[in-house]
T-cell receptor
Framework: SQQGEEDPQALSIQEGENATMNCSYK?????LQWYRQNSGRGLVHLIL?????REKHSGRLRVTLDTSKKSSSLLITASRAADTASYFC?????????????FGKGTHLIIQP | DVKVTQSSRYLVKRTGEKVFLECVQD?????MFWYRQDPGLGLRLIYF???????EKGDIPEGYSVSREKKERFSLILESASTNQTSMYLC??????????????FGPGTRLTVL
């Protein structure tokens, strides 16, 4: 399967700063989703953006989608220590032939107090 | 709130044993999924099911089988556990809306160690 790729693999910033992580993918999509995973736990859905949308907001989260470049970015503003986690993008490929979501390998975000 | 539960948080088994991992969801979702998660490899889909008694292979089905006898329950079976199946196993469920795969709800995971 063709995975999304998050960039960077790891990111360490100071509390209060903004964190930006990127996701690139290879196929046409119906939607792209971002998930968070705290250490040793299951994933939690953060936000979904459909292929006909360019930007979406949810609280301190801002997601953009550029289908021409096959890329997305997740911005977390005013970061907090509790935002320390791994973040994954997942794509729902369009055009059939793919089943379910395809997840990237994740960005590990550390917020320094 | 949607709840997805997995039968064990930690499990230790011996090589050659038959292992059952159970997952239950309480939101009447059509779709259920089993993933394994390994460092540096992300989440990889093992099997999924879109209806009772229906199953489809994911990316890495070898060495695994599944069972979905009831809509709320999806079981992952390791027929003969091997050390390379030591991993974190994650179950998820989701509704199928408008023909798209939407938000998935994950269980807490089962960390399986095969000795």
């Amino acid at each position: 399967s063709q995975q999304g790729e998050e960039d960077p693999q790891a990111l360490s910033i100071q509390e209060g700063e903004n964190a930006t992580m990127n996701c690139s993918y290879k196929t046409s999509i119906n939607n792209l989703q971002w998930y968070r995973q705290n250490s040793g736990r299951g994933l939690v859905h953060l936000i979904l953006i459909r292929s006909n949308e360019r930007e979406k907001h949810s609280g301190r989260l801002r997601v953009t989608l550029d289908t021409s470049k096959k890329s997305s970015s997740l911005l977390i503003t005013a970061s907090r220590a509790a935002d320390t986690a791994s973040y994954f993008c997942a794509t729902d490929a369009s055009g059939g032939g793919a089943d379910g979501l395809t997840f990237g390998k994740g960005t590990h975000l550390i917020i320094q107090p | 709130d949607v709840k997805v539960t997995q039968s064990s948080r930690y499990l230790v088994k011996r090589t050659g044993e038959k292992v059952f991992l159970e997952c239950v969801q309480d939101m009447d979702h059509e779709n259920m999924f089993w993933y394994r998660q390994d460092p540096g490899l992300g989440l990889r889909l093992i099997y999924f099911s879109y209806d009772v008694k229906m199953k489809e292979k994911g990316d890495i089905p070898e060495g695994y089988s599944v069972s979905r006898e009831k809509k709320e329950r999806f079981s992952l079976i390791l027929e003969s556990a091997s050390t390379n199946q030591t991993s974190m196993y994650l179950c998820a469920s989701s509704p199928l809306l408008s023909g798209q795969y939407n938000e998935q709800f994950f269980g807490p995971g089962t960390r399986l160690t095969v000795l």
